[in-house]
Antibody, heavy 118, light 107 residues
């Protein structure tokens, strides 16, 4: 069974870049849509974007100018970069796998809290 | 963006109750809808996809129905493990969007 694990700094200063990596184990990164989803404290879920195993990406228009998602199949990892962060970007960030035949999320990482504060 | 509206936002129920949560989409999404369960401090867990298909290993007391713009998640007999927050998600269009959640509390 595939497992996903987020890693990266838990504290980022305003205006800096948030960088997270997701390591995939128990399965290949070939196929599927590798995604990032976030959840501000006490709030709902927001899809950030995905990278398909082919390398194509799609981002939420609300974040598109600041987001880059990349994939390293040799390491079974995919990454998120979010630039020019503000306090509004404070959230639990989940990496996730969206299914090939329909873009529902069938596997989630445990989530990592990233706080934006000076 | 397609807006997903869940109701109620909070639901108080007792063990053994039949519980129904509604999710409405701002435009038709056919059956491209998923339901997730999230417990405090944990990642969401997929329950149902394509509006009514039960994910593997999910108890059969969970069921989903609907198509177009109106969908329901039903728990036929609420169990202690079911007290959680439930989210719907549409995946017909980008950006994929979620409802704001329905918290099922102990009455």
């Amino acid at each position: 069974q595939v497992q996903l694990q987020e890693s990266g700094p838990g504290l980022v200063k305003p205006s800096e870049t948030l960088s997270l990596t997701c390591t995939v184990s128990g399965g290949s990164t070939n196929s599927y849509y590798w995604s990032w989803i976030r959840q501000p404290p006490g709030k709902g879920l927001e899809w950030i974007g995905y990278i398909y195993y082919s390398g194509s990406t799609n981002y939420n228009p609300s974040l598109k100018s600041r987001v880059t998602i990349s994939l390293d199949t040799s390491k079974s990892q995919f990454s998120l970069k979010l630039t020019s962060v503000t306090a509004a970007d404070t959230a639990v960030y989940y990496c996730a796998r969206a299914h090939n035949t329909g873009w529902f999320v069938d596997s989630w990482g445990q989530g990592t809290l990233v706080t934006v504060s000076s | 963006d397609i807006q997903m509206t869940q109701s109620p936002s909070t639901l108080s129920a007792s063990v053994g109750d039949r519980v129904t949560i509604t999710c409405r989409a701002s435009q038709t999404i056919s059956a491209w809808l998923a339901w997730y369960q999230q417990k405090a401090g944990k990642a969401p867990k997929l329950l149902i996809y394509e509006a009514s298909t039960l994910e593997s290993a999910v108890p059969t007391r969970f069921s989903g129905s609907g198509s177009g713009t109106e969908f329901t998640l039903t728990i036929s007999s609420l169990q202690p493990d079911d007290f959680a927050t439930y989210y719907c998600q549409q995946y017909v269009n980008y950006p994929w969007t979620f409802g704001h959640g329905t918290k099922v509390e102990i009455k």
